[in-house]
């Protein structure tokens, strides 16, 4: 039997930095009154911006466009949807860097890795864009 | 907006606060880069940091290597738990010179 989310919170905001805060805040909230710690709300917080700030520097680069963000909760899970409408973005080519080479970027896609138990990208079903989702155990 | 610094010993001192996010990056990279050019010792208090990403990060790490290719001296001061916890995740608390106060650097 497929397993029911419930959504704690949507928005559909302009991809712009200044969007950012409202984003980390809503879901440093709902992780909040989930009774996450603040290690787990900070980490779910981190990898909902540096996948936000993805979609703003290279699906967008900058440009114009929306992105849709829901926050679900999956049985024991949380589940974070973000979708963009930029062009689709090719899987393969997302590789997080060797973090032994020192040097400045490239560390958002190993953050999401790090801290979320899955992260999954995929084109969405009508190839009007992306979504990303990621899940993370609660508690 | 400009972050404060002061001066102390052989060091400049720059106290971060608040969320250092894409949208303050910018900012932040160009008052680091620009202690550097000024062939400046640099100390970056993370006490008041709330929040630091990716981009925060690069910049500390950008910073960090000018500051090395110059001959200067690169470090963080008091760096608060919600940043400590994001250089934990980049293996960059084993990289940057990190000071639990002023104190311990002289």
């Given at each position: 039997?497929?397993?029911?989310?419930?959504?704690?919170?949507?928005?559909?905001?302009?991809?712009?930095?200044?969007?950012?805060?409202?984003?980390?805040?809503?879901?440093?909230?709902?992780?909040?009154?989930?009774?996450?710690?603040?290690?787990?709300?900070?980490?779910?917080v981190?990898?909902?911006?540096?996948?936000?700030?993805?979609?703003?520097?290279?699906?967008?680069?900058?440009g114009?466009?929306?992105?849709?963000?829901?926050?679900?909760?999956?049985?024991?899970?949380?589940?974070?949807?973000?979708?963009?409408?930029?062009?689709?973005?090719?899987?393969?080519?997302?590789?997080?860097?060797?973090?032994s080479?020192?040097?400045?970027?490239?560390?958002?896609?190993?953050?999401?890795?790090?801290?979320?138990?899955?992260?999954?990208?995929?084109t969405?079903?009508?190839?009007?864009?992306?979504?990303?989702?990621?899940?993370?155990?609660?508690? | 907006?400009?972050?404060?610094?002061?001066?102390?010993?052989?060091?400049?001192?720059?106290?971060?606060?608040?969320?250092?996010?894409?949208?303050?990056?910018?900012?932040?990279?160009?008052?680091?880069?620009?202690?550097?050019?000024a062939?400046?010792?640099?100390?970056?208090?993370?006490?008041?940091?709330?929040?630091?990403?990716?981009?925060?990060?690069?910049?500390?790490?950008?910073?960090?290597?000018?500051?090395?290719?110059?001959?200067?001296?690169?470090?963080?001061?008091?760096?608060?738990?919600?940043?400590?916890?994001?250089?934990?995740?980049?293996?960059?608390?084993?990289v940057?010179?990190?000071?639990?106060?002023?104190?311990?650097?002289?």
């Amino acid at each position: 039997m497929a397993m029911t989310a419930k959504k704690l919170y949507r928005a559909r905001l302009p991809a712009k930095p200044e969007q950012l805060k409202k984003i980390r805040d809503a879901v440093k909230s709902v992780a909040s009154n989930l009774y996450c710690n603040e290690d787990l709300q900070r980490e779910v917080v981190l990898a909902v911006d540096e996948a936000c700030c993805n979609i703003i520097r290279h699906a967008y680069g900058g440009g114009d466009g929306d992105i849709v963000f829901e926050i679900l909760q999956e049985d024991k899970h949380l589940l974070l949807r973000i979708q963009d409408f930029a062009a689709p973005i090719d899987t393969k080519q997302l590789k997080p860097r060797n973090l032994s080479d020192l040097r400045p970027g490239g560390l958002g896609l190993h953050f999401m890795r790090q801290v979320m138990d899955e992260v999954r990208f995929s084109t969405a079903p009508d190839g009007s864009g992306n979504i990303l989702e990621m899940r993370k155990k609660l508690g | 907006m400009s972050y404060p610094t002061r001066i102390e010993d052989r060091f400049t001192i720059l106290e971060l606060t608040g969320e250092i996010d894409l949208q303050c990056s910018p900012k932040v990279r160009k008052q680091v880069l620009e202690c550097i050019q000024a062939y400046h010792n640099l100390l970056v208090d993370l006490a008041a940091v709330d929040y630091i990403d990716s981009s925060g990060v690069a910049t500390l790490v950008e910073g960090y290597q000018m500051a090395k290719k110059r001959k200067l001296e690169f470090g963080l001061l008091s760096v608060s738990r919600a940043a400590m916890q994001v250089l934990e995740l980049a293996r960059l608390d084993q990289v940057f010179p990190i000071f639990e106060s002023f104190e311990a650097v002289k």
